[in-house]
């Protein structure tokens, strides 16, 4: 057997790194997402902001925001909570502004979360079963984000987490990939059944949910993927001690196993409630001190559309073992493609000043498409 083998990710990282804010809308103040995430970018991790094209201000409150005698949700400010009002992104040129510039210096990503993120009959948005409805809502929400940032996104995240089986057809059926919080242990995941939520096929989401099974993603079918994150982290649903403990167990487990490793975080959490200065301080430390931890280690810092588009033309690599080699060729151009050889080895086929050779990997800067690359141990 050859042990020249592709590695999965650009540059021979060992894991992609995700970070995932939830619930941007209308309201959200660009202030505070500088003052919560300004160490986040220096450290250069990319922050996946999820969209609200028109958020409803009536959205009921969940168990968690209870205990602060909350009848509606927090992510919606004190004065028109419980109002009857939706408020478009597109209508706060600064918030927008704001986010384009981050999204043009490659710090951030946008997709799209629902439409008004409000409950129907008490149900999640796209948990309702009418056909017709979740069209008109995706396509709204579609339009609206369009005309408020001027491109397509690419990546849904359903409100609450859940959708319907029709939900999720018209949502992969539009090429949307999707993003779910999904437990991690198995428990949790058999009584996603009970309380009624299309939990998505078995297998490969026992392969997700089990890193040793395969990796963190799930491919539909063409060329879509539904990502697991790991769920609210640095959060006041939980103790901080514990949850800092678990993050950097859990990143750890996906790193070994060159896992995706995604994280979901509530902006305005830290901010409760609605102040211009992060009251949750605890969870603010905590949350630097695991990206200090995770920059420690060789992760991929990236969006979800960088790593959708990298697994579609990573999927098109035919790679064949040889002997003592491997033979490529890229069904698309991809980038920064990287070799494992614990030997040293030659490549032919390419201009020396496409590829690069470090220790045991070899990096190859542009792999175009149908050309055969030949990797052989010297
Ligand atoms: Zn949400």
């Not at 001027?150 to 090429?175: C, D, M, Q, Y």
């Amino acid at each position: 057997m050859s042990q020249v083998k592709l590695l999965p990710w650009p540059n021979g990282h060992r894991c992609p790194f995700l970070l995932r804010d939830d619930d941007v809308s209308y309201f959200t103040k660009p202030d505070n997402l500088r003052k919560l995430y300004e160490s986040t970018w220096q450290r250069k991790f990319v922050v996946s902001f999820s969209v609200i094209p028109n958020i409803a201000c009536n959205i009921p409150s969940y168990t968690y925001a209870r205990q602060f005698g909350l009848t509606y949700s927090p992510m919606i400010p004190p004065d028109v909570r419980g109002k009857s009002a939706k408020y478009k992104t597109s209508d706060n040129p600064e918030l927008i502004e704001f986010l384009q510039e981050r999204r043009k210096n490659g710090q951030a990503d946008l997709i799209l979360h629902g439409f008004t993120h409000e409950r129907i009959n008490n149900i999640p948005e796209f948990l309702i079963r009418n056909k017709l409805e979740i069209r008109d809502r995706l396509e709204a929400a579609l339009d609206l984000f369009q005309k408020t940032f001027h491109s397509n996104p690419k990546t849904f995240l359903p409100p609450r987490e859940k959708i319907s089986k029709e939900a999720w057809s018209n949502i992969v059926g539009n090429g949307l990939n999707l993003c779910r919080n999904f437990p991690l242990f198995l428990k949790e995941y058999l009584s996603s059944f009970s309380k009624g939520y299309f939990p998505l096929r078995p297998h490969p989401r026992l392969r997700a949910i089990f890193p040793w099974f395969g990796i963190n993603y799930v491919n539909f079918y063409g060329d879509t993927y539904e990502f697991r994150s790991n769920g609210f982290f640095f959060s006041f649903i939980h103790d901080p001690e514990k949850q800092l403990k678990a993050a950097k167990r859990i990143f750890k487990w996906e790193y070994d196993s060159w896992n995706v490793s995604v994280w979901s975080l509530h902006h305005w959490e830290f901010f409760f409630d609605w102040n211009d200065t992060v009251t949750q301080k605890k969870h603010q430390q905590n949350l630097e001190q695991f990206l200090n931890y995770v920059a420690q280690y060789d992760v991929w810092k990236c969006g979800f559309t960088e790593l959708a588009d990298w697994l579609i033309r990573f999927k098109n690599v035919k790679a064949t073992a040889e002997n003592d080699g491997l033979s490529i060729i890229a069904g698309m151009p991809i980038k920064n493609l990287a070799i494992y050889s614990p030997k040293k080895c030659s490549l032919t086929g390419l201009p020396a000043e496409s590829y690069e050779s470090r220790e045991d990997t070899t990096i190859i800067r542009e792999m175009p498409a149908n050309q055969l690359v030949e990797i052989k141990v010297d």
